[in-house]
Structure formats: structure tokens, C-alpha cells
């Protein structure tokens, strides 16, 4: 099992910038790949940014390239999420997961293990 903790996340300005981070315990996530989503308010949970077990793969939604990048630091069991040039359509819930599988994938019903969220609110 693995456990999924993230944090980082608040209330920030327009143009602004957030560093998300998730901490896996449990087990090594070193093996898995990782992504973060968001879900907004009655609507579906996308993905924002994904990467592979090793880091030398990311994938980024299209509303978020140029501006978000995830990293990984294996040693830690930790991922996270630098988010810059924040607007107000990124406020959400920002949730990480991982899957038991190498590589990346978009499709958050085939990740295994979801943290509880955190919320980041980007006023105009």
C-alpha cells in the first residue's frame, strides 16, 4: 500500500506561483509513475502533469504547458508540482496518484493510490 500526502497549496494572486508537493509512505513509489490532477467545482478531474518512474518523462495538459513543471526526487518519495503564471481557471483541487506501471498515463481510473487533495484558489 501507499499512502499519498500533499501540501503546499493555498490562496494566491494572479500571476503568482505555488510549489505542490506529495509525500508517498508505505511503500517506494520509485517504481511508479506519478501524476497530479484537478477537479474543479462540477467538473471532471483532468490531469495536469505526469511523469514516468524515472523522471525522464513528463507529459503536461495543454492548459498548463510553459507554465507548470513536475519533478521527482526518488530519495525523498516525493513529486511535486511548481506551478507559475497561476490564473484564476487553475483554482481546483489539486490531487496526486500514482500507478502501480512505469509509464505514464493520462487516465486517472488507472491510478492506484490518490492522495486527499489541496485546494489552491487564484484570485483575479
Known amino acids: 500500500q501507499v499512502q499519498l500526502v500533499e501540501s503546499g497549496g493555498g490562496l494566491v494572486q494572479a500571476g503568482g506561483s505555488l510549489r505542490l508537493s506529495c509525500a508517498a509512505s508505505?511503500?517506494?513509489?520509485?517504481?511508479?509513475?506519478m501524476a497530479w490532477f484537478r477537479q474543479a467545482p462540477g467538473k471532471e478531474r483532468d490531469v495536469v502533469a505526469a511523469?514516468?518512474?524515472?523522471?525522464?518523462?513528463?507529459y503536461y495538459g495543454d492548459s498548463v504547458k510553459g507554465r507548470f513543471s513536475i519533478s521527482r526526487d526518488n530519495a525523498k518519495n516525493t513529486v511535486y508540482l511548481q506551478m507559475n503564471s497561476l490564473k484564476p481557471e487553475d483554482t481546483a483541487v489539486y490531487y496526486c496518484?500514482?500507478?502501480?506501471?512505469?509509464?505514464?498515463?493520462?487516465?486517472?481510473?488507472?491510478?492506484?493510490?490518490w492522495g486527499q487533495g489541496t485546494q489552491v484558489t487564484v484570485s483575479s
Open positions: 511523469i514516468s518512474w524515472s523522471g525522464s518523462n513528463t
Open positions: 496518484a500514482a500507478r502501480s506501471g512505469l509509464a505514464i498515463k493520462t487516465d486517472p481510473n488507472v491510478y492506484d493510490y
Open positions: 508505505g511503500r517506494a513509489v520509485n517504481t511508479n509513475a
